[in-house]
Nanobody, 120 residues
Framework: QVQLVESGGGLVQAGGSLRLSCAASRSIFSINTLGWYRQAPGKQREFVAAITVTGSTNYADSVRGRFAISRDYAKGTVDLQMDSLKPEDTAVYYC??????????????WGQGTQVTVSS
């Protein structure tokens, strides 16, 4: 059974930091590239960052240099350290497997997400 539980969101001022964590079921965690995605009000869900099983990472241009993704094999979590936050980072953040080269819309199961709100 697929389980994705995101946590760590909150309200923070611009320039601040948050650390998100995603607990993923073993069926997803151990064999897939995992990613973080976000959806702002009125916008489509978008890619934020991804990490392979070997630790290679890549980021959306909008967050590169400010966000860092990591995975903890002991805990079975994928974390997203977010620094220098901007109001435009406000969104609900989700984790899931990386579906590329297929689009995000091919993913049919999502967790509840965690809200990140950055005030100016």
């Amino acid at each position: 059974q697929v389980q994705l539980v995101e946590s760590g969101g909150g309200l923070v001022q611009a320039g601040g930091s948050l650390r998100l964590s995603c607990a993923a079921s073993r069926s997803i965690f151990s064999i897939n590239t995992l990613g973080w995605y976000r959806q702002a009000p009125g916008k489509q869900r978008e890619f934020v960052a991804a990490i392979t099983v070997t630790g290679s990472t890549n980021y959306a241009d909008s967050v590169r240099g400010r966000f860092a993704i990591s995975r903890d094999y002991a805990k079975g979590t994928v974390d997203l350290q977010m620094d220098s936050l901007k109001p435009e980072d406000t969104a609900v953040y989700y984790c899931n497997r990386d579906p590329r080269p297929y689009p995000i819309t091919t993913i049919t199961y999502w967790g509840q997400g965690t809200q990140v709100t950055v005030s100016s």
